[in-house]
Nanobody
Protein backbone atom coordinates (compact mmCIF):
# COMPACT_ATOMS: atom_id res chain seq x y z
CA UNK A 1 0.00 0.00 0.00
CA UNK A 2 0.89 3.66 -0.24
CA UNK A 3 0.59 6.27 2.47
CA UNK A 4 0.47 9.99 1.73
CA UNK A 5 1.04 12.72 4.29
CA UNK A 6 0.42 16.37 3.49
CA UNK A 7 1.90 19.35 5.28
CA UNK A 8 2.30 23.08 4.76
CA UNK A 9 -1.25 24.31 5.03
CA UNK A 10 -2.20 27.27 7.17
CA UNK A 11 -3.65 30.74 7.32
CA UNK A 12 -2.35 33.32 4.90
CA UNK A 13 -3.47 36.74 3.74
CA UNK A 14 -4.71 37.29 0.22
CA UNK A 15 -1.79 37.78 -2.12
CA UNK A 16 0.46 35.58 -0.03
CA UNK A 17 2.09 32.25 -0.79
CA UNK A 18 2.16 28.75 0.61
CA UNK A 19 4.02 25.59 -0.31
CA UNK A 20 2.26 22.32 0.32
CA UNK A 21 4.23 19.11 0.59
CA UNK A 22 3.14 15.51 0.30
CA UNK A 23 5.42 12.73 1.44
CA UNK A 24 4.72 9.25 0.13
CA UNK A 25 5.73 6.05 1.87
CA UNK A 26 5.17 2.36 1.34
CA UNK A 27 5.03 0.97 -2.19
CA UNK A 28 6.04 4.26 -3.77
CA UNK A 29 7.33 2.52 -6.88
CA UNK A 30 3.70 1.82 -7.77
CA UNK A 31 2.79 5.52 -8.02
CA UNK A 32 2.45 7.11 -11.42
CA UNK A 33 0.87 10.57 -11.50
CA UNK A 34 0.68 12.57 -8.29
CA UNK A 35 -2.01 15.17 -7.90
CA UNK A 36 -3.49 17.82 -5.67
CA UNK A 37 -7.20 18.25 -5.20
CA UNK A 38 -9.17 20.58 -2.96
CA UNK A 39 -12.57 20.53 -1.36
CA UNK A 40 -14.79 22.91 0.51
CA UNK A 41 -17.72 21.72 2.61
CA UNK A 42 -20.76 20.93 0.54
CA UNK A 43 -18.88 20.79 -2.75
CA UNK A 44 -17.21 18.05 -4.73
CA UNK A 45 -13.50 17.55 -4.57
CA UNK A 46 -11.93 19.46 -7.44
CA UNK A 47 -8.74 19.01 -9.36
CA UNK A 48 -5.93 21.49 -8.75
CA UNK A 49 -2.77 20.12 -10.34
CA UNK A 50 -1.03 16.90 -11.32
CA UNK A 51 2.41 15.76 -12.39
CA UNK A 52 3.55 12.62 -14.14
CA UNK A 53 6.08 10.16 -12.83
CA UNK A 54 9.13 11.77 -14.36
CA UNK A 55 8.01 15.30 -13.58
CA UNK A 56 8.14 16.17 -17.25
CA UNK A 57 4.42 16.76 -17.64
CA UNK A 58 2.25 18.92 -15.45
CA UNK A 59 -1.44 19.76 -15.52
CA UNK A 60 -3.31 22.60 -13.85
CA UNK A 61 -6.86 23.68 -13.27
CA UNK A 62 -7.66 26.97 -14.95
CA UNK A 63 -8.39 28.46 -11.53
CA UNK A 64 -4.76 28.09 -10.39
CA UNK A 65 -2.84 28.17 -13.67
CA UNK A 66 -0.17 30.83 -13.62
CA UNK A 67 -0.29 31.08 -9.83
CA UNK A 68 0.72 27.57 -8.84
CA UNK A 69 3.54 25.18 -9.59
CA UNK A 70 3.55 21.45 -8.94
CA UNK A 71 6.86 19.66 -8.68
CA UNK A 72 8.13 16.28 -7.62
CA UNK A 73 11.31 14.96 -6.00
CA UNK A 74 11.32 11.22 -6.60
CA UNK A 75 14.45 10.74 -4.51
CA UNK A 76 12.49 12.03 -1.53
CA UNK A 77 9.14 10.55 -2.63
CA UNK A 78 7.66 13.99 -2.20
CA UNK A 79 5.44 16.20 -4.33
CA UNK A 80 5.06 19.93 -3.79
CA UNK A 81 2.48 22.54 -4.66
CA UNK A 82 3.74 26.10 -4.60
CA UNK A 83 0.80 28.49 -4.52
CA UNK A 84 1.28 32.21 -5.07
CA UNK A 85 -1.04 35.19 -5.25
CA UNK A 86 -3.51 33.33 -3.10
CA UNK A 87 -7.14 34.39 -3.13
CA UNK A 88 -9.91 33.85 -0.58
CA UNK A 89 -11.54 31.45 -3.04
CA UNK A 90 -8.50 29.21 -2.71
CA UNK A 91 -9.61 28.42 0.82
CA UNK A 92 -10.18 24.67 1.05
CA UNK A 93 -8.88 21.42 2.38
CA UNK A 94 -6.10 20.30 0.03
CA UNK A 95 -5.58 16.61 -0.62
CA UNK A 96 -2.62 14.84 -2.10
CA UNK A 97 -3.41 11.94 -4.42
CA UNK A 98 -1.37 9.13 -5.89
CA UNK A 99 -2.23 7.24 -9.04
CA UNK A 100 -1.61 3.54 -9.23
CA UNK A 101 -1.89 1.19 -12.17
CA UNK A 102 -5.67 1.12 -12.07
CA UNK A 103 -5.87 4.89 -12.15
CA UNK A 104 -3.27 5.12 -14.85
CA UNK A 105 -5.36 2.81 -17.03
CA UNK A 106 -8.29 5.22 -16.84
CA UNK A 107 -6.26 8.09 -18.24
CA UNK A 108 -8.18 10.39 -15.91
CA UNK A 109 -5.30 12.43 -14.56
CA UNK A 110 -7.52 15.41 -13.76
CA UNK A 111 -10.28 13.43 -12.09
CA UNK A 112 -10.35 12.08 -8.55
CA UNK A 113 -11.52 8.74 -10.00
CA UNK A 114 -8.09 8.43 -11.54
CA UNK A 115 -6.34 8.19 -8.18
CA UNK A 116 -6.23 5.33 -5.71
CA UNK A 117 -4.27 6.79 -2.85
CA UNK A 118 -5.22 9.79 -0.76
CA UNK A 119 -3.79 11.76 2.10
CA UNK A 120 -5.76 13.10 5.04
CA UNK A 121 -5.70 16.66 3.77
CA UNK A 122 -4.27 19.95 4.94
CA UNK A 123 -6.33 23.10 5.42
CA UNK A 124 -5.52 26.27 3.53
CA UNK A 125 -7.31 29.42 4.61
CA UNK A 126 -6.83 32.68 2.76
CA UNK A 127 -8.09 35.80 4.50
CA UNK A 128 -9.24 38.84 2.58
Amino acid sequence: QVQLLESGGGLVEAGGSLRLSCAASGRTFSIYHMGWFRQVPGKEREFVAAINRSGGSTYYADSVKGRSTISRDNAKNTVYLQMNSLKPQDTAAYYCAGQGLRGLSTGRNRDHDGYEYWGQGTQVTVSS
